[in-house]
């Protein structure tokens, strides 16, 4: 069942990168030139809506023959508690500040082999037009519909290769469906990032909000600078302190880092509790709602064929941890049972081999986007 997956995910990914790859290389020979400055954003939120979204969702449905609801669970989109989004909304402002340091390392290397970033911008780069179509298209859409392919099919789909790999494969695959080799480095470390949110978690939602609130603020403080409202503040004061002392500058820049990695850690020590915690509870409630159940037709069952209607209801075999039933205990109980208990067994979850059509199939996703990624840092040279 685990193959079948893989290989729909892998199929419907291959199709994807053929479509960006092709509509990429149009681009670039100004195939969409005709619609204007308009033809960006309609070529983008078809490729986002229309492909990442609707297509990927869809095709998975059909080829794996499951239910809308089935198929809206295989991609996580399970409810998550206020507490887990406010920690991601932390969380991506923490994302952000890290990526500024994660980009310019990697913008300085490739700067030192000569390459040079193209101009992006656009005439009207400073209007509240810009800035709400900016949220739209560059925060709003991408967080939605990049993590339903990438955080939703992709990282369901290679579920069988174990959490480790399925981070690094598909937190590699995120970063090269920008086709940017700016983008590459710090994407991949970010789609990385959002693996391990989405496995703790067990929900697509934090890694959106998360998405959405990098990219979001990246526009805002774009939009800003560009309408004269602020000259870049933080990276401004970086960038005086670094050309007036290279030491303190360095220095500054390290324990700005610190403290960002320090508060990045707490807030992932809060994700894994209370996302374990809320999990717990929900499974816990599900347990007790079918014993309940079961029960209740046992004693029926019970009570139809005795003859003794005041018969004394018997109790059905539960799993119990010393004189208390498992599904009556309190999180904090069962967490320090365990605890005293290490020989407890812990079920892992088993890898599987991947087929080879699978295998070849996310090799020809890969070559493709890695040609289109090494083709941008050559046009820069």
């Not at 030192?112 to 911008?121: A, E, M, R």
């Not at 069952?301 to 205990?329: C, H, R, Y």
Request: aromatic share 14%; hydrophobic share 50%; proline share 2%.
């Amino acid at each position: 069942m685990g193959k079948k997956y893989a290989f729909a995910s892998s199929l419907i990914y291959f199709i994807v990168v053929c479509i960006f790859v092709t509509v990429r290389m149009l681009s670039q020979f100004g195939v969409f030139s005709f619609m204007g400055e308009a033809g960006n954003y309609i070529v983008n939120g078809v490729l986002q809506v229309g492909i990442l979204l609707v297509f990927s969702f869809l095709m998975f449905k059909y080829l794996t023959k499951r239910s809308f609801k089935k198929t809206l669970n295989n991609f996580s989109y399970t409810k998550i508690s206020w507490r887990i989004i406010l920690i991601s909304i932390g969380l991506g402002v923490v994302v952000y500040f890290l990526n500024i340091f994660i980009s310019a390392f990697f913008q300085s290397i490739l700067f030192g082999l000569g390459y040079h970033s193209p101009n992006y911008g656009t005439s009207n780069s400073g209007t509240i037009t810009s800035l709400i179509l900016g949220l739209i298209f560059t925060a709003i859409i991408p967080a939605v519909c990049e993590e339903n392919i990438h955080r939703g099919m992709l990282l369901f789909g290679n579920t069988g290769l174990g959490m480790k790999n399925n981070i690094l494969l598909t937190g590699l695959m995120f970063g090269l469906l920008h086709m940017n080799i700016e983008q590459f480095f710090y994407a991949t470390i970010i789609g990385m990032f959002l693996n391990f949110v989405l496995y703790v978690s067990e929900s697509i939602y934090p890694c959106m909000i998360i998405h959405f609130m990098n990219n979001g603020i990246s526009v805002v403080m774009s939009y800003l600078i560009s309408s004269g409202k602020s000259t870049g503040g933080f990276l401004s004061y970086l960038s005086s302190i670094t050309s007036q002392n290279a030491l303190i500058g360095f220095l500054t820049m390290f324990l700005i880092v610190v403290v960002l990695l320090i508060c990045l850690f707490y807030l992932i020590k809060l994700l894994v509790k209370y996302s374990f915690e809320d999990k717990f509870r929900d499974k816990q409630k599900a347990v007790q709602d079918l014993a309940a159940k079961v029960n209740f037709y046992n004693d029926l069952d019970k009570i139809k064929n005795s003859d003794n209607l005041n018969t004394e209801n018997a109790q059905d075999d539960v799993i119990t941890f010393g004189d208390k039933q498992l599904i009556f205990m309190s999180f904090d109980e069962i967490k320090d049972f365990v605890k005293n208990n290490p020989d407890v067994p812990v079920p892992k979850p088993k890898k599987e081999k991947m087929e080879t059509r699978t295998k070849v199939l996310l090799i020809m996703s890969i070559v493709l986007m890695s040609a289109v990624t090494l083709f941008s840092f050559i046009w820069g040279l």
